[in-house]
């Protein structure tokens, strides 16, 4: 059974940091490129970041240097590091699983919320 288990989220305030991890179980994890996309309340999903593979990573411009991703292969885990949290930041953050083979796995979501 394929699982992705997000979790890290909670309150924090403006400036502050969190680290997301998302545990990955029932695939190959190393194989397969992961993601962040957040969702606000009424708001449209947006792509967060994204680390490949091979270990490059790319950002959206709305965290770009306060975020980092990162993954541990042995522990079949992805992580994200975020730094200098702003109020709208805050949404549910969900990680993807995405295979070069059509395969795409969501994990059920943690919610992050930066508020004073």
């Known amino acids: 059974e394929v699982q992705l288990v997000e979790s890290g989220g909670g309150l924090v305030q403006p400036g502050g940091s969190l680290r997301l991890s998302c545990a990955a179980s029932?695939?190959?994890?190393?194989?397969?490129?992961m993601s962040w996309v957040r969702q606000a309340p009424g708001k449209e999903p947006e792509w967060v970041s994204a680390i490949n593979s091979g270990g490059n990573t790319n950002y959206a411009d709305s965290v770009k240097g306060r975020f980092t991703t990162s993954r541990d292969n042995a522990a079949n885990t992805v992580y994200l590091q975020m730094n200098s949290l702003k109020p709208e930041d805050t949404a549910v953050y969900y990680c993807n699983a995405r295979s070069a083979y059509g395969a795409d796995y969501w994990g059920q979501g943690t919610q992050v919320t930066v508020s004073s």
């Open positions: 029932g695939f190959t994890f190393g194989y397969y490129d």
